[in-house]
């Protein structure tokens, strides 16, 4: 399976991994590039052997000529599901 590597960010501490016990999985991250990255719906993560997709379009704010700001949450594939409404026909 091949796959392409559009960026590879370092992520500080402010980066939180978040699992509850009611299913709650996300990762929340926060970074700054000098270049714009199209981080777009379906673009992935590994953590902890687990992958995390975006869902949700990130937040990205231009702050300096050549710095962008970025917030992306990643959550479980399971978030997709939860998004789906069945019907009785």
């Known amino acids: 399976m091949a ?12 980066t939180k991994a978040i ?3 009611g299913g709650r999985d ?3 991250c926060s970074f700054w590039t000098n ?10 993560i590994y953590w902890n052997n687990k992958q995390y997709f975006v869902n949700i379009m990130p937040g990205v704010k231009k702050t ?6 970025y917030q992306v949450t990643f ?13 009785n026909a």
């Open 19 to 21: 699992q509850t016990v």
């Open 75 to 87: 959550e479980r594939r399971h978030y997709d599901l939860a998004k789906v409404q069945c019907r």
């Open 35 to 44: 270049t714009p990255h199209d981080i777009t719906i379906g673009d992935y």
């Open 64 to 69: 300096a000529s050549n710095k962008y700001e």
């Open 26 to 28: 996300i990762v929340r």
């Open 3 to 14: 796959t392409n590597v559009t960026a590879i960010v370092h992520i500080d501490e402010s």
